[in-house]
C-alpha cells in the first residue's frame, strides 16, 4: 500500500544504499511540512528537503519548457539563428545592459555582506563582450537538425541515421552570469533549457532574462518556455529540478561536492548527468624544461582563479636548485599583478628546497570574508595534492619535487581531478609518454588557462569535464550546445514490394 509522507520525526531512521541507515535530524523534522518531498542520495544517505513551494517552482518550469520543446520543431532554423543575433543584440543595447549592471551590482553587495566570493559574480564589460561573442558564435553555427550521421542503402529501400533534439536539458550552474547566455547554445540544436542559478546571483539572471532573454524569444517567434529560468532562491531548487524525470540530461557547474550531490539526485531519478564540478590544473617541469618557458607557464596560468588555473606544479628533484627561484619569482609576478600576495603549500619533505626567507615569512592572503594574516608557506602531505585552491586575489597553489614525469604522473593519477596535465619539455619522447601516462582529459605543453571551449575552439561551452567519473556521454572534454542532441534512424522506401 503507498503511503504520503507527512510528517519526520527526530531520529527516524531513514534506508540507503539497500542496507544504510540515516537519521533524521532535529532541524529536517520541524522544517519538514505535508506536501514536500524528501529525497534520500542512495550513493552517500544525504536526506534532502524540498519544500512544496519550491518544488512546484520547479516542476511548473519544467512543463514549461516541455511544452516548448514540442513547439520548436515548427520553427525554422532562422528563426533559431535569428533569436542568438536578438540576444546578442539585447545585450549590446546600453539600455538593457544597464538593468542587467544594475541588478548586478545589487548580487555582488548582497554577496559581500554574507562575505561570499564574488570573483566571478561581477558582469564585467569582458563578461559582457564574451557573452555576446559566444552568442553570435550560435548564431553562425550550422543548423544541427536532420544532420545525417550514416546512410545505409538497400534494394528498393534505405536507412539514414540522423540527429534530432535530445528534449528538455536541466542546468544548475554557480552564481556566473555569463553561463546564462552560455546555455541557452542548446535552443541550436533544437532543445530547451531550464536554468538554475546560484542565489548569489539570482537577480542578475532576472534581469538577463526579462530584458535579453525572454525578448528575443518572443521576436524570433520561439516559445517563451523554451529557456526558462527557475526563479527561486532555495539551494532546494536544484535538487527538485534534477529530480525531475523530464528531464533528458542534467548538466551541473559548482563546487565539487554540490555538484557530485546534484548527480547523484539526477541518476537515481532516471536522468543522464554530465558534471563539470572539480578543477583545477597540474604543471610538470621535466628535467630538461627550459627555464623562460616554464616561468611563462606557471605566470599566465594564474591570472585569475577558475577551473583551468594552475593548482599543483611538480617539479624535478634534479632541476629544484635552477626552476624552484624561477616558480617562486613567476608566483609573485602572478600576485603582484592582482595586488594581493601569494600563498604556497609545499609536500612534506619539499619545504627545505625552498629558501629560508619564504618558509620565514607571512602574507595577507585576501579571501571572500576579508584579508587574512597566514604564514606564506604551509607544509602538506601529499594527499593534500587533491586539494583544488579557490582562492579570490591572492594565488595559491601546491609545489611538489618529482623524481621523473612518471612519478608526477602517478601522482596527478592518484590525487589530482584528472581534469589538465601540462609538461614542460623540449623532448618529444618525454612530451608523448607523460601524456600517455596521465588520465587526464586535457593534456598539453604550455599554461593550463587554455582549456576553455569558446577560446579552444570558438564554441561556447556548457561546461569542462574531467575523467574522474568516467568517459561516457561527453563528460571528458567541453560539452557544447552542439553536442546536445541524439540519433534517430529514418527509413526511406522506394520499392512498395519490399519484405522480409
Known amino acids: 500500500m503507498t503511503r504520503t509522507l507527512e510528517t519526520l520525526t527526530e531520529g527516524m531512521p531513514i534506508v540507503w544504499g539497500g542496507d544504510r541507515l540515516s537519521l533524521v535530524t532535529p532541524e529536517l523534522a520541524a522544517k519538514f511540512r505535508a506536501g514536500d518531498r524528501l529525497i534520500v542520495v542512495q550513493e552517500c544517505g544525504d536526506l534532502l528537503h524540498i519544500p512544496r513551494t519550491v518544488h512546484d517552482i520547479a516542476e511548473a518550469a519544467v512543463t514549461r519548457a516541455r511544452a516548448a520543446f514540442t513547439d520548436i520543431a515548427k520553427v525554422s532554423d532562422q528563426q533559431i539563428t535569428d533569436f542568438f543575433e536578438r540576444f546578442a543584440a539585447n545585450l549590446e543595447t546600453p539600455a538593457i545592459w544597464d538593468e542587467v549592471a544594475k541588478a548586478n551590482s545589487q548580487d555582488v553587495d548582497w554577496a559581500t555582506a554574507r562575505g561570499r566570493s564574488t570573483t566571478r559574480l561581477v558582469a564585467s564589460d569582458r563578461m559582457r563582450a564574451d557573452m555576446i561573442d ?148 597540474w604543471l610538470v617541469a621535466a628535467p630538461d624544461a627550459d627555464e623562460a618557458r616554464f616561468a611563462a607557464a606557471v605566470f599566465h596560468s594564474l591570472d585569475r582563479k577558475v577551473c583551468n588555473t594552475l593548482n599543483v606544479c611538480c617539479i624535478h628533484r634534479t632541476r629544484a636548485a635552477d626552476l624552484i627561484p624561477v616558480f617562486l619569482q613567476a608566483l609573485k609576478r602572478a600576485g603582484d599583478r592582482r595586488g594581493h600576495g601569494v600563498k604556497l603549500h609545499v609536500a612534506a619533505g619539499d619545504e627545505a628546497a625552498l629558501p629560508g626567507r619564504w618558509l620565514a615569512a607571512r602574507t595577507r592572503v585576501r579571501r571572500a570574508d576579508g584579508d587574512h594574516d597566514e604564514p606564506l608557506v604551509e607544509v602538506i602531505a601529499d594527499a593534500d595534492l587533491a586539494h583544488e585552491w579557490e582562492w579570490e586575489e591572492t594565488p595559491e597553489v601546491s609545489l611538489k619535487l618529482v623524481d621523473s614525469p612518471d612519478h608526477a604522473a602517478t601522482l596527478f593519477n592518484t590525487y589530482s581531478p584528472r581534469f589538465i596535465a601540462s609538461i614542460i619539455t623540449d623532448d618529444d619522447a618525454t612530451r608523448r609518454r607523460f601524456f600517455a601516462a596521465v588520465d587526464a582529459a586535457f593534456i598539453g605543453d604550455g599554461f593550463t588557462r587554455w582549456v576553455d571551449g569558446q577560446y579552444a575552439l570558438n564554441r561556447p561551452e556548457l561546461g569542462l569535464s574531467n575523467w574522474q567519473a568516467g568517459r561516457l556521454f561527453a563528460r571528458a572534454g567541453v560539452l557544447s550546445g552542439d553536442g546536445v542532441y541524439t540519433v534517430r534512424a529514418r527509413m526511406m522506401q522506394t520499392d512498395p514490394d519490399v519484405a522480409r
Not at 259 to 270: D, F, K, P, Y
Open 134 to 281: 559566444g552568442l553570435r558564435a550560435w548564431r553562425d553555427t550550422p543548423a544541427g537538425r536532420e544532420r545525417l550521421v550514416e546512410r545505409v542503402d538497400h534494394d528498393g529501400w534505405s536507412v539514414e541515421q540522423i540527429t534530432a533534439p535530445l528534449g528538455v536539458v536541466g542546468f544548475v550552474f554557480e552564481g556566473r552570469p555569463n553561463v546564462f547566455a552560455d546555455a541557452a547554445g542548446v535552443i541550436r540544436g533544437g532543445n530547451t533549457v531550464v536554468f538554475r542559478i546560484g542565489g548569489d546571483a539570482l537577480q542578475t539572471a532576472r534581469a538577463l532574462s526579462s530584458h535579453a532573454l525572454i525578448p528575443a524569444l518572443r521576436d524570433s517567434g520561439l516559445p517563451e518556455g523554451a529557456a526558462v529560468l527557475v526563479d527561486s532562491l532555495e539551494h532546494a531548487a536544484g535538487w527538485a529540478l534534477f529530480s525531475d524525470s523530464r528531464l533528458s540530461l542534467a548538466v551541473a557547474r559548482g563546487s565539487g561536492p554540490a555538484v557530485a550531490q546534484l548527480g547523484g539526485v539526477a541518476r537515481q531519478s532516471g536522468v543522464p548527468v554530465s558534471l563539470h564540478g572539480t578543477g583545477g590544473a
